[in-house]
Every structure is written in C-alpha cells, then in structure tokens.
C-alpha cells in the first residue's frame, strides 16, 4: 500500500470517530505521528519550523503532525523561579472587568464544603484575550497557598511547556475545573465539580479561546464530562463549548512518567498547528 494510500485510510478510519464525537479537528488521523524512541536533543531548537505550507482544514490534505524532538526544556523541572508573570490584565477590554467580577464572585463563594478547608480560591491566571487556555483539574498544595494555578512542580512543566511553544505564561489563560483544593489532594467530586462549574463556563465564555487544552483524565471527565481514557481521547480535536479542544495527559502525570513527554509534545504540536490555522 502506497503512502497516500495508507493515509486515506487512516483517515477513513479517523473520520468514522470524528462523526461518533462531533468534532472539529480533521487534520491527523491518530498514529500518524507515532514516532517512538527518539531521544530528545539538548541542543533542538524549542520548536517545529512553522513552514508556509501547513496546515490546511480540509480532511486528506494535511500533511500531517511534523514530529519534531521533545524540547530539552521538558526534560527539567528544577529551576525554582520561572519568573512568574505579574499578570498584567490591563488589556481593559470590556470582558477584562467581567472577568475580574466574576473572579470576585468565585472569592467568595461557599457553594460547597471545599470553602472550607481552602486557604485562597484559585480562579485562574493569564491573558483575558488568550487565544490558548489550559484547564486542570484542581489546585494542590502550592495553588492553594497562593491563590494561583499551577505554581508547584507540575505547574513549572507547564509553563516549560507553554514556553516550548513559544509562548508565555502570561499569553496564555490557566485555570482549573474546580477552584478549591479538596482536601489531601483527593480528586474533586462529581457534587463540587458540578457547583464549581458555572465559574468555568463563565471563564470559558469570556475569553473564548480559540483552543482549550483539558490537563488530564479528571480534567477531561470533569470538564467534558467524558470517562474514556486520555488514551482514547487524546491525538484529536473534541468540539466542548464549541472551541476546539484537546485533551492531553496532566504534567504531574509527566512528573511520574517521563516517557509520556513524547506523546504531549506530539498534543502541543497540533495545538500549535491549529492556533496557526485558524490565527
Ligand atoms: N494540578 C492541577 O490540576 N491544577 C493546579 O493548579 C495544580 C496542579
Ligand atoms: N491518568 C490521569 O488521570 N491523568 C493523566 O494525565 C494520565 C493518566
């Protein structure tokens, strides 16, 4: 079977899913990109080529992910300071205040017992105007002491992530599903994700990024309300709230399994694809 071939069928194949999901993207037919074993260079560049050729939305058209080697960036999480933005939200659009109303909202809000036991109600950080937002799952420990999303470990690989990109903490929005930390980091509940929701979809409406990526399988059940496996959901875009929507493993997940680097530095490439195609 020809090349052209065996990338028809793929995407035959793809496409038969994409119905079963109603979704969005259609320019990678999952296992295209499959590249194994290739060791990350120290001396890569951060990113792919953006060449002048990508990346058209028609399905059978697309070349395809470009696999490009995982940036040594993610390779390290040991810096202790990524230079935190400071979070200038003075973009003074219109939706920068509702933003800060609803943020003061969610401040003070007791809708269920994690208001208990939070030190500081997370709401979410970055750019009102972010063409790219990251939701998590829930603060943690350090996010729960600073009022901020991802700042611990696995918020550091993230923003290495972010970086690797091209972009910068502050370009982006962060937030996550449930905005208080349930106590010894259990997962939220179904009850506390379903308060916390209308915060979220408030977020989400207000931004309107043009591409949402969910961090991790209880991001993804939390926010899309989903229960396969990252496996099963990653490697194409979903349709959530009608912003294409990437679902792809949680950088603590990538903490614990280094190996899984690949995979999410295959996700971000189509992220950044696809932010090229529509921008
Ligand atoms: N994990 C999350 O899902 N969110 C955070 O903000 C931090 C860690
Ligand atoms: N399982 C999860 O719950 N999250 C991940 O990111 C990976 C595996």
Known sequence: MSPSDRLRRQVAL????LAEDG???LESPPGVSTETGSQPSVSSPPLAPHSADSRSMNPGVSP???????????ESVAAPDMGASDHDLSGSASHDLDLGQVEREALGCTSCRLCEKRTKVVFGVGSPNADLMFIGEAPGHDEDLQGEPFVGRAGQLLNRIIEAMGLRREDVYIANAAKCRPPNNRNPSAEEIASCRHFL????ALIRPRVIVLLGRVAVRSVMDREESLARMRGRFHNWQGIATYCTYHPAYLLRTPSAKRMVWDDMQQVMRRLEVDG
């Open 201 to 204: 979809l408030r977020q989400v």
């Open 14 to 17: 793809h496409l038969e899913e």
């Open 64 to 74: 395809g992910p470009v696999s490009t080697p995982v940036p040594h960036v993610f």
């Open 23 to 25: 979704v969005w993207g």
